[in-house]
T-cell receptor
């Protein structure tokens, strides 16, 4: 089983739609979790961290369920500029020595 | 936010040559830098952790004699791909942790270097 797994995608949604991505991780001792977005041929950029019971940042909401080892990302009112690959990232320890990246979920927001 | 640069941004070389990639933290000091590799349509895979003033820690399956890492200062780490072959063609990305925020796990990523070996 892979350490971090994500919805395979791609997700093709119309502008204004709400879309949710799922991520599961295998290491129950993992301490912190992140969502990154990566545009084609670019480096990953931090979208948001996910701590404790989750958090919200504008149109983006991240949820963490430690019992189920599950993380989600919800994007509301999606924009064309949200088109990217979304990477679920898990840190198995608390001091960032080893980020484990999920395979990513590709999102295309269509006009 | 913190800025990490990489040089070169892309390189094309002949098989058998060596290629050096530089990763610099521009406005902070980084005791730890990370080197990742990303093949097309795949996610980032950690290759090695580079610690300033000490030997790098390589992930399983990554040949340390092929991928030489030097972290000689708090703002510079280099990755040298020795005797590159076509299968080494990939997108190499570095990241750095800010020494001033050592208790956090934020990593700042460089823009990546696209290597093509002919």
């Amino acid at each position: 089983r892979k350490e971090v797994e994500q919805d395979p995608g791609p997700f093709n949604v119309p502008e204004g739609a709400t879309v949710a991505f799922n991520c599961t991780y295998s290491n129950s001792a993992s301490q912190s979790f992140f969502w990154y977005r990566q545009d084609c041929r670019k480096e990953p950029k931090l979208l948001m961290s996910v701590y404790s019971s989750g958090n919200e940042d504008g149109r983006f909401t991240a949820q963490l369920n430690r019992a189920s080892q599950y993380i989600s990302l919800l994007i509301r009112d999606s924009k064309l500029s949200d088109s990217a690959t979304y990477l679920c990232v898990v840190n198995p320890d608390n001091y960032g020595q080893n980020f484990v990246f999920g395979p990513g979920t590709r999102l295309s927001v269509l006009p | 936010g913190a800025v990490v640069s990489q040089h070169p941004s892309w390189v094309i070389c002949k098989s058998g040559t060596s290629v050096k990639i530089e990763c610099r933290s521009l406005d902070f000091q980084a005791t730890t830098m990370f080197w990742y590799r990303q093949f097309p349509k795949q996610s980032l895979m950690l290759m090695a952790t580079s610690n300033e003033g000490s030997k790098a820690t390589y992930e399983q399956g990554v040949e340390k004699d092929k991928f030489l890492i030097n972290h000689a200062s708090l703002t510079l780490s280099t990755l040298t791909v020795t005797s590159a072959h076509p299968e080494d063609s990939s997108f190499y990305i570095c990241s750095a942790r800010d020494q001033a925020f050592a208790s956090t796990d934020t990593q700042y990523f460089g823009p990546g270097t696209r290597l093509t070996v002919l």
